[in-house]
């Protein structure tokens, strides 16, 4: 049996059997992967809360026929305590880790610019300095754009016209001239754009001076351009605190 070590963000788990669960893990070097814990859920596991979602981790992974299994697993950070205590990052994180679990694929290929995104991202949950929703749109937009699904901002996405402009198309791929605009475009403010643009890019001086109105309309203008590249919406959403 082979062994290898990784380590990843646990994304989701459950039960299989009387004591193991499927721990679905986002990892540096093989991307997303399912694995059995064996005897976890025993008051005696080895594991302890280790393989809970949230917790980032160092693993040794036996390599398995269709599931591989986790032999060991060591905390990196425990990001799941801190966050379990606040709400609104606790539903915030939660749409982080289902969004990974999407984008990312199981082609055993690194996904190493998504697991440092996710980490940062979940480290600024627990640090407290932004609001959770906040964080989690400039996530959401900055793990599509590592998917290859950048959104355009400050320049039209079909023919490359310098903005400002008013008019945005989710499957367009963000922002159009009004020579580009096709039906069903929307309409955001400018003040929507510039913090959208800001989340993109990590400008939080930008995204602070933002206005509630304004980061209200950003959050449905990232949450329909997710939708679509996804072909539908995350589950999660629906509990974020916004």
């Known amino acids: 049996m082979s062994l290898y070590r990784d380590t990843g963000i646990v994304l989701r788990v459950h039960k299989l ?5 499927i721990i679905t893990l986002l ?3 093989r991307g997303l992967v399912r694995a059995v814990a064996k005897g976890v859920r025993k008051t005696t596991s080895r594991f302890g809360g280790r393989l809970e979602p949230f917790m980032h981790v160092d693993l040794q992974l036996a390599e398995g026929r269709s599931l591989d299994i986790i032999t060991q697993a060591e905390t990196v950070n425990a990001f799941a305590k801190d966050l379990g205590a ?5 539903t915030a994180g939660t749409a982080m880790l289902e969004t990974a679990e999407r984008l990312v694929t199981e082609d055993g290929e690194p996904a190493v ?3 440092q995104l996710l980490v940062g991202a979940l480290r600024a949950l627990t640090e407290g300095r932004m609001t959770p929703s906040l964080i989690l749109d400039s996530y959401q937009l900055r793990a599509l754009s590592i998917a290859g699904y950048a959104p355009t901002f400050d320049g039209c996405a079909r023919c490359a016209a310098e903005g400002p402009h ?6 367009s791929g963000g922002m159009l001239c009004d020579d580009c605009r096709v039906a069903g475009s929307a309409a955001p403010s400018p003040f929507t754009v510039t913090l959208l ?3 993109l890019s990590g400008d939080w001086a930008s995204v602070g001076a933002s206005d509630d109105r304004s980061r209200r309309e950003a959050s449905s203008v990232v949450s329909a ?3 679509w590249h996804l072909e539908r919406g995350l589950r999660s959403l629906t509990h974020v605190d916004r």
Not at 17 to 21: H, T
Not at 86 to 90: D, F, L, P
Not at 166 to 171: C, E, I, K, Q, Y
Request: net charge neutral.
């Open 27 to 29: 990892t540096r070097d």
């Open 113 to 115: 610019p998504q697991l």
């Open 86 to 90: 606040n709400y609104a990052a606790y």
């Open 166 to 171: 008013r008019n945005f198309h989710a499957a």
């Open 197 to 199: 643009a800001g989340l």
């Open 17 to 21: 059997g009387e004591a193991d669960r």
């Open 225 to 227: 351009y997710l939708s």
